[in-house]
């Protein structure tokens, strides 16, 4: 029967059949909707409710709405996602500067305490260590004045090998009186050409053909990892060599020390047609050492002279690009220089200057001398100086930096070599002494963090004496390390959408 109008039913009602197409004794058991059903009007469930396809509700539930629901979820997601990822990017920025103050710390912390002997090498009478790298090796030629027969002897190459931790010989090369030996590249395109020059200053001929005016200049072989002869250059009692460019050219400088067959001059030789050709001759007198380098796009080059000369003492040079030559615009006071040597300080080349001896009125050599600093003046455009360092019979400087600081080494003939560390308006302070005997110049060489100091030995008083290098010893090095605190996962980019 069908009613047309609304019908209350006060009690129970048996139905027999199906109510709007729906068994509801079937219900009753299997309450499961089994096809796309539409409910029209509000239902109310008693039990638990499983949804086992897609649902699609217009509507609210329990007077909420789900699809707000959905949108402040998404909401809430990319919030956190963005604010967690900006917070883990500035905790990484933080942990950042922690690992940069660490290392800032240590290396201000760092200070050489001293030096153990690391090795000795048998040479008879060495002059100077030249280290060096090619191709990740570590090289240190060593300058061997003599042996018992004379001038004309051989002087060692070794090279740095990793599993002993030792220098191990791998060639030698014939030379005349060696000084020192200088390392240097020229760049063609994407190659390195390197090479190495050896200043001679022995004044007779060699019985295998080696005249006293000759230094040698030797080339790289990467294929046979040894150096070979390139080439002679006209040198006069050679002590030092350097390098250095000017525009795309490269010149090597020469000190000569024998003023009678040099003439009174040292020469600059030029890189041309795969030649170094003679290009300019400097004035000096019995020339020690050479140093050179660039400030404020100028070129200096600075002789140390062991004459007492007014005008040939200490003197510095600039190139004049427009008269294309260079030019003396100082003279330092020295007394029988041995050495100069610069380093730059707050943005300002500073010399460093070795006095030897001076001759006293009897004719006796005074050897209780000074190391002297001077500090480039922008507004009086020459070397002003700040420090005097009292030092005896030195023979020998070398500058070096380690992490924070500039360290200062220098050879007391014969004794010692001291190393200092620069303390601001201090400057120089002595930090250790090295005991060498038969000390004549230092090398410092830096192999895997670690620093060395080799010494050429070549008593005034024995022969055969070995030379060293020793190995120094930090302290205050050591700090907590906070590596954990820095290792951050980041997010996963499916986690909150955009």
């Known amino acids: 029967k069908n009613f047309q109008d609304q019908v209350v039913i006060q009690g129970d009602v048996m139905v027999h059949g199906q109510v709007t197409g729906?068994?509801?004794?079937?219900?009753?058991?299997?309450?499961?909707?089994?096809?796309?059903?539409?409910?029209?009007?509000?239902?109310?469930?008693?039990?638990?409710?499983?949804?086992?396809?897609?649902?699609?509700?217009?509507?609210?539930?329990?007077?909420?709405?789900?699809?707000?629901?959905?949108?402040?979820?998404q909401t809430c997601y990319n919030t956190v996602y963005h604010q967690t990822r900006k917070l883990q990017e500035q905790a990484q920025q933080q942990c950042q500067d922690i690992s940069t103050l660490l290392?800032?710390?240590?290396?201000?912390?760092?200070?050489?305490?001293?030096?153990v002997l690391a090795q000795s090498f048998p040479i008879y009478a060495a002059r100077s260590f030249q280290s060096f790298h090619i191709d990740g090796t570590t090289w240190l030629a060593a300058a061997n004045l003599r042996d018992d027969n004379g001038f004309c002897t051989t002087s060692p190459l070794y090279t740095w090998d990793v599993t002993t931790s030792q220098f191990v010989q791998t060639d030698s090369k014939l030379t005349n009186g060696a000084s020192t030996w200088h390392h240097f590249s020229i760049t063609e395109g994407d190659h390195?050409?390197?090479?190495?020059?050896?200043?001679?200053?022995a004044l007779q001929s060699c019985s295998e053909g080696l005249s006293p005016d000759v230094s040698q200049l030797f080339e790289y072989n990467?294929?046979?990892k040894n150096f070979t002869l390139h080439q002679n250059l006209t040198t006069y009692g050679a002590k030092d060599f350097v390098s250095f460019c000017l525009g795309t050219d490269t010149y090597l400088a020469v000190a000569n020390s024998d003023d009678i067959r040099g003439g009174g001059m040292s020469t600059i030789f030029v890189w041309e047609n795969q030649q170094f050709q003679l290009h300019w001759s400097i004035p000096t007198a019995g020339a020690q050492a050479v140093d050179t380098f660039e400030h404020n796009g100028t070129q200096f080059l600075v002789y140390a002279n062991s004459k007492l000369l007014d005008d040939l003492q200490t003197q510095v040079f600039v190139?004049?690009?427009?008269q294309m030559e260079f030019r003396a615009i100082q003279t330092i006071p020295t007394s029988s220089a041995a050495d100069v040597a610069h380093f730059v300080l707050a943005g300002?080349?500073?010399?460093?200057?070795?006095?030897?001896?001076?001759?006293?009125?009897?004719?006796?050599?005074?050897?209780?001398?000074?190391?002297?600093v001077y500090r480039w003046s922008q507004r009086r455009s020459e070397f002003v100086w700040t420090q005097t360092m009292h030092f005896e019979a030195a023979s020998d400087v070398a500058v070096f930096y380690r992490k924070n600081d500039i360290y200062l080494a220098a050879v007391s003939l014969n004794t010692a070599v001291m190393v200092y560390r620069h303390e601001g308006v201090s400057g120089f302070l002595p930090v250790v002494t090295i005991p060498a005997h038969g000390a004549r110049s230092v090398q410092p060489l830096s192999i895997n963090g670690h620093l060395f100091l080799a010494i050429a030995q070549d008593?005034?008083?024995?022969?055969?004496?070995?030379?060293?290098?020793?190995?120094?010893?930090?302290?205050?090095?050591?700090?907590?390390?906070?590596?954990d605190l820095c290792e951050t996962s980041w997010l996963n980019g499916a986690v909150g959408l955009d």
């Open 22 to 73: 729906q068994d509801l004794v079937k219900l009753m058991v299997d309450p499961r909707l089994s096809s796309d059903q539409t409910i029209y009007g509000d239902v109310v469930f008693l039990a638990d409710v499983v949804f086992q396809q897609e649902v699609v509700i217009h509507g609210t539930v329990n007077g909420i709405s789900l699809d707000m629901v959905t949108q402040d979820q």
């Open 103 to 115: 290392v800032s710390a240590r290396d201000a912390m760092e200070v050489i305490h001293h030096f």
């Open 192 to 201: 390195h050409r390197h090479f190495l020059v050896m200043a001679n200053q």
């Open 222 to 224: 990467p294929n046979f």
């Open 319 to 322: 190139y004049d690009a427009q």
């Open 348 to 372: 300002l080349p500073h010399l460093v200057v070795a006095d030897m001896y001076e001759v006293g009125l009897d004719g006796i050599n005074n050897y209780n001398m000074h190391i002297k």
């Open 459 to 483: 008593p005034l008083d024995t022969t055969g004496q070995n030379s060293s290098i020793f190995k120094a010893v930090m302290t205050g090095a050591s700090l907590e390390s906070v590596g």
